[in-house]
């Protein structure tokens, strides 16, 4: 809480309605993020999860509130902020090569032609797609476009990426492999990250904080839920971690019940201090019902488990 | 199975061409004399009268007349009587000129269309009255304010070619999908080299289309606009065989308008397929 990289402050996202009336996605929403940290959103369907997204990006202007990062309020899109889409999104006229290449040439535009190759190179490298380099799109599976979806966002070197569920269109396999590939190199390189899923396992095995929406139309961040998860946690044996179920159960009890019935269950809701959950203390090691084992504390008091 | 399904579509237009071959030349051969006339009088009336031979020229004749052209396409023998190779390059000529300042008005025209939706409401109404206005409507009023009926003739190809191009720059221009224009965005490219980048290649197919569509009506045009100004050119070389009754030359012209035709759509069909790119 001490380093704030992130800082959304008070945004809305009101969309103009039939006969005059406005929709309001969200409101007064309060977020923040340290540098270095992975975070990912959870929340159904049209709780504006992708505005926030796109408001990040600065594909889209929130109707109030500002966003700074790295101590600048964010004006429209910016090259310190990369973003994965969700359809890979890569120029289907451009090789594997002139697509990654394109994001580096953009960024340094003085650059000659075998710079930007080479540096294009390495990050087609980094995403495991060496000799795949000449093919198009059109000739690469789903996993492999997400990489060069990946290794494009990588190579422009951003301070941030932002992911709009980027592995909810591969199969479960593909799926895994990628999430080691960015969880790896998100710690190599100490990147900060924002990503929106639907995939709870996703959440856990990736995040460092977890942000949970209630439903649409006027979404609120319900909780912030701090992974307990050692950081050096594999995906072979994170389901042997104690704390793995109760993390897991709170977060779907969430979703299933509580993001409905949050609203009415909790009027005096304070979205400046949304409640940050821990799941277990620090020196808890077996979790044998999540309940007793949650505490909730308010931020700004007892920092406790810190990645 | 497709080298040979290709192999019996050949045969079966083989086949037609022949047929078809075979019943003009019966229907038109000569029949038996048909009835005793002054010999003087059937000099000057000529087979259709003495051998009942059909004004309509046989396949036979037309080859042979055509095989003359082709020896000699490029004769000029005056104002009325010129090869058919000089005649069609007038035409592709001035396809050629109308068409190429057709594309470059259209293109650009529709890329600002396009990209505006300011403009391409207020454009709009303009658009939708001038594009069904027959081309050739436009020539009286072009040899008033022009005076030269060649470049006459080049103002309507020009105007007839630049609707579809227009319309389908505005329209490919219009469609491009948004996550490319967002990774533009996201990469902060400027709005020229967004144009040229990510816009062009991807309205490229639509707008290749619309060039192939003008290309045929332009072709389609200029044989009736060179009818009316004369002159030069393959539509002209029609009607002056028509003046002159020579319907074997006028079918050889149908004939040769109709590859022509084909050459130029095959042309543009091969730069969209240049353009096109798999997803």
């Known amino acids: 809480m001490t380093d704030k990289f992130v800082s959304i402050e008070g945004i809305a996202k ?30 159904h369907s049209g709780c504006g999860k992708t505005t926030v997204l796109n408001i990040l990006a600065g594909l889209d202007a929130p109707s109030e509130g500002a966003v700074i990062v790295d101590g600048q309020a964010i004006a429209g899109t910016s090259l310190d902020r990369a973003v994965i889409f969700q359809s890979h999104a890569l120029l289907p006229w451009r090789t594997v090569l002139g697509n990654v290449a394109y994001a580096v040439s953009s960024k340094w535009r003085s650059w000659d032609r075998a710079k930007v190759k080479a540096h294009a190179q390495t990050f087609i490298d980094l995403v495991g797609l060496t000799g795949s380099e000449h093919k198009r799109p059109s000739e690469l599976s789903g996993g492999m476009k997400q990489r060069v ?53 996703e959440a856990i095995y990736l995040a460092d904080k ?97 990645a | 199975m497709n080298s040979s399904l290709r192999l019996r579509a050949g045969l079966v237009s083989v086949a037609l061409l022949a047929a078809f071959l075979g019943i003009w030349h019966l229907a038109t051969r000569s029949t ?64 050629g000129t109308g068409y190429l300042l057709a594309v470059l008005v259209a293109i650009p025209l529709g890329f600002l269309i396009g990209m505006s939706p300011l403009l391409s409401k207020a454009l709009d109404p303009f658009i939708q009255v001038l594009k069904p206005i ?40 219009a469609s491009v999908r948004k996550e490319w224009i967002n990774v533009a965005r996201t990469l902060e490219v400027g709005t020229i080299r967004r144009a040229f980048t990510v816009i062009l290649p991807a309205a490229a197919p639509t707008i290749l289309t619309g060039m192939r ?6 072709w389609l045009v200029i044989v009736a606009a060179e009818m009316l100004v004369g002159g030069t050119g393959i539509g002209y070389f029609v009607w002056n065989e028509w003046n002159n009754l020579s319907i074997t030359n006028v079918i050889i012209a149908i004939l040769l308008i109709g590859i022509v035709g084909m050459l130029l759509d095959q042309i543009l069909a091969r730069f969209t397929r240049m353009v096109t790119f798999p997803e």
């Open chain 1, 14 to 43: 009101r969309y103009p309605g039939a006969s005059g009336a406005t929709t309001t996605v969200f409101e007064n929403l309060w977020l923040s993020m340290a540098r270095g940290e992975f975070c990912c959103v959870i929340g």
């Open chain 1, 149 to 201: 979806g990946i290794a494009r966002a990588l190579s422009i070197t951003p301070k941030m990426m932002l992911m709009d569920e980027p592995f909810s269109a591969l199969d479960a396999l593909t799926r895994g492999t990628l999430q080691d590939e960015v969880r790896r190199i998100c710690l190599e390189t100490g990147q900060t990250a924002f990503m929106i899923t639907h995939d709870v396992d």
């Open chain 1, 210 to 306: 977890i942000f949970l929406m209630t439903n649409g139309p006027g979404a609120v961040l319900a909780e912030v839920v701090e992974n307990p998860l050692p950081r050096d946690r594999g995906r072979t044996d994170l389901h042997r971690h104690p704390l793995y179920y109760a993390l897991r159960n709170h977060i779907i009890d969430f979703l299933v019940t509580r993001s409905k019935t949050f609203a009415a269950e909790t009027p005096n809701h304070d979205p400046r201090n949304v409640p940050v959950v821990q799941i277990g203390k620090p020196g808890l090691t077996i979790a044998s019902n999540g309940e007793e084992q949650r505490q909730t504390r308010m931020p700004g008091t007892n920092p406790g488990l810190t």
């Open chain 2, 32 to 95: 038996a004399p048909v009835a005793a006339m002054n010999p003087e009088y059937a000099k000057l009336m000529g087979l259709t009268a003495t051998q009942g031979k059909s004004a309509m020229p046989g396949p036979l004749d037309v080859g042979a007349k055509l095989w003359e052209h082709l020896k000699r396409p490029f004769y000029d023998n005056g104002p009325n009587d010129k090869g058919l190779g000089i005649q069609l390059a007038y035409s592709i000529a001035r396809v």
């Open chain 2, 134 to 173: 027959s081309p050739l409507a436009w020539m009286p009023l072009a040899l008033y304010t022009i005076k030269d009926s060649s470049v006459s003739a080049i103002f309507v190809i020009f105007i007839c070619s630049i609707w579809p191009m227009l319309l389908n720059t505005v329209f490919g221009v």
């Open chain 2, 213 to 218: 569509i003008s290309i045929g009506i332009a």
